[in-house]
């Protein structure tokens, strides 16, 4: 399991970031995919559909950080990033 404070950013590259809700992360199968004491690998892509809404992310620095992109209910698609709690 991880845990990511995250911050969204909508109207352009150049505009300002906003806090958002923590973003924690819980992927298993034959092999975990996000080690239950660790963070995802440098390049894990995780990428999520459902009616609370959808994203797509891609982890950086050890797991220490993600980039990528999130829509939620109601609004326009949003630059995502995290930073490790």
Known sequence: MSLYHTEIQWGGPGA???KDADLQIVIGNRHQ???SS???E???QVTWSGPQG???ITFFD???S???AAQFPGEGPVAYRGSAA
Do not use: I, K, M, Y
């Open 42 to 44: 440098t390049g894990t």
């Open 66 to 68: 993600f980039q990528g």
């Open 38 to 40: 660790g963070r995802p």
């Open 62 to 64: 050890n797991g220490a």
């Open 16 to 18: 300002e970031w906003h």
């Open 54 to 56: 959808n994203g797509s």
């Open 33 to 35: 995919v996000v080690p």
